[in-house]
């Protein structure tokens, strides 16, 4: 069966999914390469103060904050803002839109949720906010290399897209760049006139408003970056593993929203051994925080179960973590938690993917 028989196998799903519609049934889905391992920036831990240098509304629902940071980056990662709104502090993840190659850091926000919706309508030029970060393992260092990178996004997934995409064009003249991106309607577009604008024979952009998802027949060795809407990356994601091709050859990214927590609070203090040390989380902490207040270090960006960039796996113990957390069913069943929405129940042990 051809690539091309395969993927049109599925393409009603994809294509369901992509512009909203009801999804249809998918299996539980193996780890990809996305899960394998977590990039940290060099930043460090703490959070960092920065402002909004300038504004950009990209789209009735969409808008592009540059700050004012020079961080080294790759195209793909994400950092997390930290917002106070109305003396309430909150923590959200998001991608970076900008390539490193410009010399600035911006993210691009999509109206949804409270804080992107403050973000949307409210942020100013100068505001004041914190940052943490860069983070995530999605995305791409360039190399000396010839290869065909595949973008598939929808809405506000374009983000990181458009970073990989002109990152790739910059850096690695044997390479070609080929991206499908869904929307409701051309309005909604995000990055429309810098996508057309774009004037290079290696990069070809199809988008796809409302009408059937056809994707021609694609390099059986490509490169596959898939980010929008969890529905619609399920059923995209399990078409090309029906095509035949291979998880690491599929590299995604997500974000969870918060909602309300509602794990079990601890009532005793439980050591937790990381490595050759051990910590004491006190009654209501997470492995996070009691790690980070025993000054061990671990991985972490977001702090609500958002991101993975936390994943750690149980050696042993137990761990009651919130909900909703990003971890695939296949990552749960493996030990792996979220460091910073799980609390210890007994003695854990923990480890740190590599």
Known sequence: MTFLMALRRDVRTVANDLFGQRPQPFAIRTALSRHHHVILGSA?????????????RETRDAVTLELD????????????????????????AYSISTAPHDGRVAVTVKRMGLVSSYLCER??????????????????????RARHVVLIGGGSGITPLFSIARTILHSEPQSRVTLFFGNRTEADIIFRDALAAI????????HLLGERLEL?????????????????????????????????????????????????????????RVGDKTVTAQPGQTILEAALAANVSLPFSCTMGGCG???????????????PSCLTAAERAEGYVLSCVGRAESPVTIEVPS
């Open 69 to 92: 940071a020079e961080l080294d980056f790759h195209a793909g990662q994400f950092l997390t803002l930290i917002v106070n709104i109305d003396g309430t502090e909150h923590r959200r």
């Open 309 to 323: 960039a936390c994943k750690v796996r149980v050696v042993d113990g137990e761990v009651d973590m919130d909900e």
């Open 216 to 272: 021609p027949e694609l390099p059986a060795d490509g490169e596959f970056y898939v980010c929008g809407p969890e529905p619609m990356m399920a059923a995209t994601r399990q078409a090309l593993l029906a095509a035949g091709i291979d998880a690491a050859q599929i590299h995604e990214e997500k974000f969870t929203s918060p909602t309300q927590r509602k794990s079990r609070l601890p009532v005793a203090p439980q050591p937790i």
């Open 44 to 56: 460090g831990f703490a959070p960092r103060p920065t402002t909004v240098r300038k504004l950009t």
């Open 199 to 206: 004037d290079d024979p290696r990069f070809t952009v199809k």
């Open 123 to 144: 942020a100013r030029e100068g505001e004041r906010l914190q940052l943490l970060g860069p983070s995530g393992s999605f995305g791409v260092t360039p190399g000396e």
